[in-house]
Each structure stands twice: as structure tokens, then as C-alpha cells.
């Protein structure tokens, strides 16, 4: 589709802008002023017609020809054209139409210009051209000190109008582009996942891309300055493009591209008469991000760091059945399950919510301690209340101090968010004295990065081991890690065999790759790669929400309602939205 044709010029001071005037006016094809529509009386009076119009309700045309004769800087000029076909389609084959498209837009025009909107002057005259019906435009400042026209303002100029004229097709392309961007979206994660998979039966090893990082790597070791993609030399430079070219040839990315192009490509045919030109990927702004990844993988790899791949880990704990179980009073017990699934149910509405804080609330004034957690969580996550960190260490604390772990634990980790890491080791120590295997991971994790404390691999290896022994599959993938980076390949295979009996497919990745290791941050460089290159290609989504009749991620609601609240929202006004429109279809 070609939509909108936008052609721009200037006429300079003398240079005949009077005659351009006379000629838009009058030349064959211009629809004169008639009797029918506002101009009737002016033109009944008019010795002369013409097909001028304005924001006026009448155009003299000698009158304007003497203003832009006389105009002391430029006055531009402007081609609108539409082919007949759009034109007829969408009601822009008459002066008319045309005139209240401007009339609409003259504010914005004069902004793009940097002309104030009480000094912005035009004219236009509409010509029904056989396959381009089109206007002439002119325009020029009443204040000869205003008045600029950049690249980005003649865009915005077409952009404005053609929102408006394409409006409803538009707002079609648009229904179309989220559904499209939806599934390249799902591509891309699939993608992501299935060269996992590839990697893991060994057909995706990469060893291409593998060596162009260790060549990197030891090239930033002689690199001054910041370790960043703009900082860096161009040889270095043309080292990373090479590895991001190399990961866009996988087919997976190559793909996920091709659609992401073929979109881009659809949607600016709106805007632009040239075809959009299909850069390598990593040459396209939109996917830059990748290349300061590529070079943090490439440090990582040269300062030996170890990564956890722990991203999938699930430790909301809850609390334990018997601290329930040793409350007497059963009603009790009862009022508190019905809050908790209440707030546990992503379908529940805020005023639900809300009661179901109100009732754990006169449980804990009543004497029952285990509401305390889920207070606690409330808080933390803005169920039913507006997020308060201070509020919800508060109330794990209080937990906390009853000796619950799940509540230490949980203690611990907002204490960490919240950089209080000294504070943080003691709740997970505590948990982790109770046998809490998410502590004694966590605990392992900071001794072992020196996160807030003293680096100390060998207290970290006996926190890892004590989560590893309680059954944490991530503290046992860690372990074996560990035991390979110091050549121990027994200890390191024991620990892998007992991460991949849980299912861990990082731990079995090793497994498969045993007879032919190599380092393993080298190893797991191009998997975390993808990794990052499926995340830019959903933050290129236009659509990131979840469509409708799909569940979304309850930490990404949770996240979206602080937003939400952030920017001054009401917590529920979506929910009051889609209960309206059930109402309506009911």
C-alpha cells in the first residue's frame, strides 16, 4: 500500500510565491468555490473563482497573493496526493474533505514547523487529478522570526494526516500487527527453547560462536576504558558484530528476523515511499542491546564467573500445613484458607481482595500468628493494599520471630532487595538451620559471589551442600559446577546425576557433553545468548500483555499494578472496565 504522498518545498523571498499562489488557485483540474457548502455567499460575490481555501471562511485571492509576495522569509510548500482509488474509498476526492483534515491538524502542522498556532497561516487548493487527487498547500508564519521545517517535521507533518485519513484501516493494520507480533513473540520464546533443546541433544554446540567469544575475551583483557559497546575500538567492535551476525544465522533468530522485518516493513508502508532497507541484525537499532550482552558474556568468560541459571525457580514458600493444623479453633483455620485463596486466585477482584486483608487482619488480632505471613505478602505484592515494603517486613517479621522459616526465608530475601545484606544472612541462617533448602541456596549464592559479603567458596560449598543433601535441585546443579571448575569430575557428576533426576536440564546438559567438556561458562555462553535475544524480541512486541482468554504471569500482574498505582491509577480500574463490558453482554 502507498498510502499518503508527501512532497515538500520552499519558495524564497521574491521568488514568485504570488504566481504559485495564482497558479494552484486557477490551473486546470482545481475545484472551483461554488455555491454549494460555507463559500456560498462569498463566491456568489466573487468576480473571480477560484479553488483556494483556509481556516477562513473565505480566501481572497488577490489579497493572499500580495501577503506571500511580500512575505520577507520563505513560505513553504506542500503536495498531499492520494491514489484515486484510497481517495474515493476514503471520501478525500473533494476540497471539502481536505479542508477539514487540515483545519483538524493546523495546530500540530504549525507545532512541526515551530510556528506558534495564532501565527500560523495556509492556504490549499484541492486538484481531482485522474490517478492522483492531491492539494497544494502553502504555508508561512504571520511572525517572519518563526518558522522551521526539519526532517522529523515534515515526518510528523504525514504522519499526523495519515492517522487521520487511514483511521479505520489503520486501526485494522493495527488489530492485525499486535496478532502478528503475538505469534512472532511465541516464536521467538519457542525458538529459544528449542535451540536449548538442540544444544542439549548436540546438534546446537556453536562452536563458531564459541570461539569468537574466547577470542573476545582476550581482547577486552587489553582493552582500556569501560567494557561497553560504544567505549570500545573499532576492531573490537567489529569482533561483536560478528558474533551477533553469527547468532542471527541461527535458524531460530533467523526466522523470529524475517517476521519482525516483514511487519515493520507493512506497517511503514504508511509512512514512507522507500522501502524500508533490511539490515543485518546487528546493525538494527532496535536489537543493540544485544551487543553490550554478548560483550558482558565475553567478560564473564575471562573473569571465570560462575552463573546459576536459576531463573526458573520457584520459592514462594507457603506455609506449612501444621502451623495450621495446631490451631484449635477450626473456624479460624477456615476464615484464614478462604482468604488465602481469595488473594491466591488471579481471578479475584480488588474489593475481594480487600475484605480478604480485613479478615486476615482480625485473624492476627484474634491470636492466629500464621496470618502474619500471608499479611506479609500482601503487602510485599499489593493484594487488596498498596505495596509497602516497610509494612511487609513488619509482618514477616512478626512471623519471623514466631520461628516460621518459610516467614525467615522470605524475610531474608526482602531484606536483600532492599540491600540490607548483613540482616538478610541472619533471617536465612536461621531458616536455613531449619532445614530450609532455599536459604542454604541463597546463602550459598552470596558466600560464593562475594554479593554483600566476604567471597568464601568453602562456606559457600557448605551451604550449597546442605541445600543440595535437603533436595534443592539449583544448589545441586551449582555443586556440580563447582567440583568441575576444580577438576573434580566425580563429585561434579554425583551432583549433576542428582540435579537431573529433578529435571534440570542445565545439569543433564553437561551430562550429555561429559566425554567432551569444555569451560563451562564457554559452554552455557551461547544458551544464555538466546536467552537474551528471545527477551529483545518480546521487548519489541507492540503487544505485551497477555491476550484475552489467556492467564498472565501473576508476578507480571503484580508488576503491572504497582505501575499501575505508581502512575496514579486506581488498582482495579481494569477490573471495573471488564466488568462493565460483562455487564453489557449479559
Request: glycine share 6%; hydrophobic share 35%; aromatic share 10%.
Amino acid at each position: 500500500m502507498q498510502g499518503l504522498i508527501q512532497k515538500s518545498g520552499y519558495i524564497k523571498p521574491g521568488g514568485g510565491a504570488g504566481n504559485y499562489a495564482e497558479y494552484i488557485a486557477t490551473r486546470d483540474g482545481v475545484e472551483l468555490l461554488n455555491r454549494s457548502g460555507q463559500y456560498m455567499e462569498y463566491i456568489a460575490e466573487r468576480p473571480r473563482s477560484h479553488g483556494l481555501f483556509s481556516n477562513t471562511e473565505s480566501v481572497d485571492l488577490e489579497m493572499t497573493m500580495k501577503e506571500v509576495s511580500n512575505h520577507p522569509t520563505p513560505v513553504w510548500t506542500f503536495i498531499y496526493s492520494l491514489r484515486r482509488e484510497d481517495a474515493a474509498r476514503l471520501g478525500y476526492d473533494s476540497a471539502a474533505s481536505w479542508r477539514r483534515l487540515l483545519l483538524a491538524h493546523q495546530t500540530e502542522l504549525a507545532e512541526a514547523m515551530k510556528i506558534l498556532p495564532s501565527q500560523f497561516r495556509w492556504c490549499a487548493a484541492f486538484h481531482d487529478e485522474k490517478h492522483h487527487p492531491h492539494i497544494h498547500m502553502m504555508v508561512w508564519s504571520a511572525d517572519p522570526t518563526q518558522g522551521h521545517l526539519t526532517e522529523q517535521g515534515i515526518k510528523t507533518m504525514r504522519s499526523k494526516l495519515t492517522n487521520d485519513i487511514f483511521r479505520d484501516e489503520l486501526l485494522h493494520l493495527y488489530q492485525q500487527k499486535n496478532l502478528s507480533y503475538q505469534e512472532v513473540r511465541d516464536a521467538a520464546q519457542e525458538a529459544m527453547s528449542q535451540l536449548i533443546r538442540e544444544m542439549e541433544s548436540g546438534i546446537c554446540d556453536c562452536p563458531a560462536i564459541e570461539e569468537k567469544l574466547v577470542t573476545l575475551a582476550e581482547t577486552l583483557q587489553n582493552a582500556k576504558g569501560k567494557k561497553v559497546y560504544g567505549y570500545l575500538k573499532k576492531p573490537v567492535k567489529t569482533q561483536v558484530d560478528a558474533i551477533v551476525d553469527e547468532l542471527a544465522q541461527l535458524p531460530m533468530v533467523a526466522e523470529c528476523y524475517k517476521l519482525w522485518n516483514k511487519l515493520r516493513d507493512e506497517m511503514e508502508d504508511y509512512y514512507t515511499d522507500k522501502p524500508r532497507e533490511h539490515l543485518p541484525l546487528s546493525q538494527q537499532k532496535e536489537f543493540k542491546a544485544i551487543k553490550n550482552l554478548v560483550i558482558r558474556e565475553a567478560e564473564q568468560i575471562r573473569l571465570g564467573k560462575i552463573t546459576f541459571e536459576d531463573e526458573q525457580m520457584d520459592d514462594e514458600l507457603a506455609e506449612e500445613e501444621e502451623v495450621l493444623t495446631s490451631h484449635t479453633r477450626l473456624q479460624m483455620v477456615n476464615t484464614y484458607r478462604k482468604a488465602k485463596y481469595v488473594l491466591c486466585d488471579d481471578d479475584s477482584t480488588w474489593a475481594e481482595q480487600e475484605k480478604a486483608v480485613r479478615m486476615l487482619e482480625q485473624l492476627w488480632n484474634n491470636g492466629f500468628t500464621a496470618a502474619a505471613h500471608q499479611l506479609g505478602k500482601c503487602w510485599r505484592d499489593g493484594l487488596g493494599i498498596y505495596p509497602d515494603d516497610d509494612k511487609a517486613e513488619l509482618w514477616f517479621r512478626r512471623s519471623a520471630e514466631a520461628g516460621n522459616d518459610f516467614s525467615q526465608y522470605a524475610l531474608g530475601q526482602l531484606l536483600q532487595g532492599r540491600k540490607r545484606i548483613e540482616e538478610a544472612v541472619g533471617w536465612y541462617e536461621k531458616a536455613a538451620a531449619q532445614g530450609n533448602q532455599f536459604a542454604g541456596y541463597r546463602l550459598g549464592k552470596l558466600y560464593l559471589l562475594g554479593d554483600g559479603v566476604p567471597k568464601d567458596t568453602e562456606k559457600a560449598i557448605v551451604h550449597l551442600t546442605q541445600s543440595a543433601e535437603a533436595g534443592n535441585q539449583y544448589a545441586q546443579y551449582a555443586l556440580g559446577r563447582l567440583h568441575l571448575d576444580r577438576q573434580n569430575r566425580e563429585q561434579a557428576q554425583y551432583w549433576f546425576l542428582q540435579s537431573v533426576a529433578q529435571g534440570n536440564e542445565y545439569a543433564q546438559f553437561f551430562l550429555d557433553r561429559w566425554d567432551s567438556l569444555r569451560p563451562p561458562a564457554v559452554m552455557l555462553s551461547i544458551t544464555r545468548l538466546l536467552h537474551y535475544m528471545s527477551e529483545i524480541f518480546q521487548d519489541n512486541s507492540v503487544l505485551p500483555q497477555a491476550p484475552a482468554g489467556q492467564q498472565t504471569d501473576r508476578k507480571l500482574r503484580l508488576k503491572i499494578r504497582e505501575k499501575k498505582i505508581a502512575m496514579g491509577h486506581k488498582p482495579d480500574d481494569h477490573e471495573e472496565q471488564s466488568q462493565g463490558q460483562s455487564m453489557t453482554m449479559g
